[in-house]
Nanobody, 124 residues
Framework: QVQLVESGGGLVQAEGSLRLSCAAS????????VGWFRQAPGKEREFVSVMSRSGGITTYADSVKGRFRIVRDNAKNTVYLQMNSLKPEDTAVYYC?????????????????WGQGTQVTVSS
């Protein structure tokens, strides 16, 4: 079965950095658009970033543009989210997602597979 397993979350001070990783198994990774969503307590799920199958095209939410960078390694079936200049408002559970059917979607319902989530907490 398909599994997406995130790691790398934690507690960091404002302006710090974290790198999230998501290891995929049970699917032909290079066929999938992969990305990240996040959800803060009491808020809706929010699109963060998505990357094309080859890695040549990326999209970011305006709130993270210029601070976050998504990278994929198809040989390792892994997608990363490098997060720099973190802010307290970035605090959330971050989810790795994958879909084969919706190109570069920013809508959570288009994603078939989700990881279990990893907590990121940014202190001020």
């Amino acid at each position: 079965q398909v599994q997406l397993v995130e790691s790398g979350g934690g507690l960091v001070q404002a302006e710090g950095s974290l790198r999230l990783s998501c290891a995929a198994s049970g699917l032909t990774f290079s066929n999938y658009y992969v990305g990240w969503f996040r959800q803060a307590p009491g808020k809706e799920r929010e699109f963060v970033s998505v990357m094309s199958r080859s890695g040549g095209i990326t999209t970011y939410a305006d709130s993270v543009k210029g601070r976050f960078r998504i990278v994929r390694d198809n040989a390792k079936n892994t997608v990363y989210l490098q997060m720099n200049s973190l802010k307290p408002e970035d605090t959330a559970v971050y989810y790795c997602v994958a879909t084969i059917r919706a190109a570069m979607s920013q809508s959570y319902w288009e994603y078939d597979y989700w990881g279990q989530g990893t907590q990121v907490t940014v202190s001020s």
